[in-house]
């Protein structure tokens, strides 16, 4: 199938009501971005692996699609049909509660639905001519060179620890897909960690990361100066709206004003959630419990810096900082 192509590319939304094709959009933040997207007046197709949950969908407001994101054929057939004039990609296997096994069928998953789903739904977003691809990055590999805050200028850890390797890669490929593309605008969103209803970190009785913080499994490693940028999931959700309609080719950071290390942000979550202090472990011991990767995240991470998103966006925060959210954000 040939696609429209250049000759019917429109480079910027204008506030123009859209029909915009949402991948993963049953997500935590996917379904952030389904009650935002149908409150401006725009028409969403959304998909699911699940059938079950076509139903909350449609409750949204979203029209449910059911596609297996790494079936090409199954995502050319659905965009095809919905003709939409953006994507937004939102697909990970990121969701449920925390076990060290399934985390790792999860990660893996998900570095599928970053190389083998983004080229699926590029090509399928070229056939039928958008004029905008929204994709959801992260922000957790800035690279660990150039102070404890990056801007949308710092690049993704070029040699991180061979046991995040292979999602490091797959972060860079789906960036570099993304934001390559010269027939519509390429967008990626580097978030920061989601937090809120739906989310890990939340007060629901599910939520993995929230109780291993009541369980104090989730201890402060070595100093705990690896400095974090967190976002309450409505303001990613605001965030990514706003991409949608006024977004620009390149890269966006998303996160709230207080990049933190997690020596700080970490005892006011467990206060928040009423557990005890998180404990502390020598970073020798997690590394050899838990591999390089999370010793990494937990000393030497850097946050990310959103002024170019406020700036260009006109994106504002409801939660500017990790320290109101927690207290009135979490439920």
């Known amino acids: 199938m040939e696609g429209r192509g250049v000759s019917s590319y429109v480079s910027t939304t204008n506030g123009d009501l859209m029909k915009i094709f949402l991948a993963g959009a049953s997500g935590a933040i996917g379904s952030q971005i389904v ?32 596609v297996d994101a790494l079936d090409p054929e199954s995502v050319a057939d659905a965009v095809v049909k919905a003709e939409p004039e953006v994507i937004v990609h939102q697909l990970t296997a990121l969701s449920g509660p925390i076990n060290f096994r399934q985390y790792k069928l999860m990660a893996a998953a998900t570095n599928r639905l970053r190389t083998e789903g983004t080229d699926h739904l590029l ?3 070229r056939d039928v001519g958008v004029r905008r691809f929204v994709a959801q990055s992260n922000a957790q590999w800035m690279e660990r060179t150039g ?10 850890e070029p040699n991180p620890p061979a046991d995040a390797a292979e999602a490091v890669a797959a972060l860079s490929y789906l960036e570099n897909s993304v934001t390559g593309i010269t027939w519509a605008e390429g967008i990626a969103l580097r978030y ?12 629901a009785p599910d939520a993995g990361m929230a109780e291993q913080v009541r369980k104090r499994k989730s201890p402060i490693v070595g100093d705990g100066g690896g400095v974090l940028s967190l976002v309450h999931i409505t303001d990613a959700a605001s965030a990514t709206v706003a991409a949608v309609e006024r977004g620009r080719a390149g890269i966006y950071h998303v996160a709230d004003d207080e990049p933190a290390p997690v020596r700080d942000w970490l005892p006011d979550l467990a206060r928040a959630l009423g557990a005890k202090p998180p404990r502390r472990v020598p970073a020798w011991l997690v590394r050899a419990l838990a591999g390089k990767a999370a010793v990494d995240m937990m000393t030497r991470a850097r946050g990310i810096s959103s002024e170019k998103t406020k700036r260009e966006l006109g994106w504002t925060l409801q939660y500017p900082s990790w320290r109101t959210g927690f207290t009135t954000g979490l439920r």
């Open 35 to 66: 009650v935002q997207l149908v409150a401006r007046g725009h028409e969403v197709v959304g998909t699911t692996r699940s059938a079950t949950k076509t139903g909350a969908l449609r409750v949204l407001g979203a029209e449910p699609v059911v």
């Open 123 to 125: 090509a399928a977003a």
């Open 147 to 156: 102070g404890p805050v990056a801007d949308e200028n710092g690049r993704i």
């Open 192 to 203: 920061g960690g989601f937090y809120g209803p739906g989310t890990s970190i939340s007060t």
